[in-house]
């Protein structure tokens, strides 16, 4: 996609100027989201970078003032993320004109985003509407002393990049876009399982490393036995480490499990949507895959 940064607008007493956010240092970015208590690492930001767009907002000595982002899945869809701006600059405008350049760089696509508390005024008065909350679990991971049992007409398997097709066929029916490429990425810095019946992909886990410790996502399966089933080696595996995972499931079996291994509720967000189906998750009736965790606020 080529790019055409080149606008500027007056923030305070100062011009500020955007441009790609491939052209800016990482350190930048960093400091950017440390500023507004986000865990993102330098190498979260990079993997940001390979799998989407941006544009950052500069001063004239090249300080980041903000940042935003989208990321096409298709040619109609795309989620915004890493929307972020000191308090001071975005109520002086500075997200509002940053996600205007976004809207311009996605005309004709639908859109997803998270959205925190202190944002959602802005993103509503753009034309989203909110859609549901995601629970962002985390905490030092504990094994439960009672493991749920694999379903007996299952088999746990170890995925790898020969599954990227029925990873990207699964989550496409539970997310309602088809996120090849992302998947693809994601596969390579996850460790992933996959639970088969009948050489048939039915659930998937992926976890990798971000922010303080793993995060596990995306997860997708058709009931919660089967959510459980692939998440439950990736809480084993990471059991007394800090381990995260982002759901709108707001109850049922699942969202005990993730209860049970020590992750609690530590934040929410609001999922909101511009044009487009979302596919609610707490809806689920088992007759077809949902997403149970996602990959990351940013990437849905």
């Known amino acids: 996609m080529e790019r055409r940064i080149s606008s500027s607008f007056t923030v305070d007493t100062f011009e500020a ?40 907002a500069h001063d004239e000595i090249g300080r980041v003032l903000g940042s935003a982002m989208w990321f ?27 996600m205007k350049r976004v809207l311009s760089e996605c005309k004709g696509r639908n859109l997803r985003l998270n959205a ?7 993103y509503l008065s753009l034309g989203f509407r909110l859609e549901r909350t995601v629970f ?16 007996e007409d299952a088999e746990l398997r170890r995925l790898d990049q020969v599954d990227v ?56 399966a058709s009931n919660d036995r089967d959510a ?18 982002d759901t709108h499931l707001a109850d049922g079996e699942f969202s005990s499990f993730i209860a049970r291994s020590g992750l609690a509720v530590f934040d929410t967000v609001t999922t909101m949507s511009l044009g487009g189906h979302f596919r609610d998750p707490n809806e689920r009736s088992g007759d077809g895959p949902v997403t149970y965790a996602l990959a990351s606020q940013a990437l849905g």
């Open 17 to 56: 100027r955007a441009a790609d956010i491939d052209t800016v240092e990482l350190d930048w970015l960093h400091a950017l989201s440390i500023g507004v208590g986000w865990p993102h690492r330098a190498e979260d930001w990079q993997f940001l970078r390979e799998v989407g767009h941006g544009i950052v």
């Open 228 to 245: 459980i089933a692939v998440v439950a080696p990736h809480v084993t595996a990471h059991d007394g480490e800090f381990l995260r995972l």
């Open 72 to 98: 096409p899945h298709g040619l109609d869809f795309a989620t915004v993320a890493m929307v972020i701006t000191s308090p001071r600059l975005q109520a002086l405008g500075t997200a509002q004109w940053l």
């Open 165 to 220: 097709a029925a990873i990207v066929e699964l989550d496409a029916q539970g997310f309602g876009a088809c996120r090849t490429e992302l998947l693809a990425a994601l596969l390579q810095q996850s460790i992933g399982f996959g639970l088969y019946r009948r050489d048939r992909l039915e659930a998937f886990a992926l976890c990798r490393p971000f922010g303080r410790g793993h995060v596990i996502g995306p997860v997708v």
């Open 116 to 122: 925190t508390r202190a944002a959602r005024k802005l």
């Open 136 to 151: 962002q679990c985390q905490a030092e991971a504990q094994r439960p002393d009672e493991m749920p049992r694999l379903p």
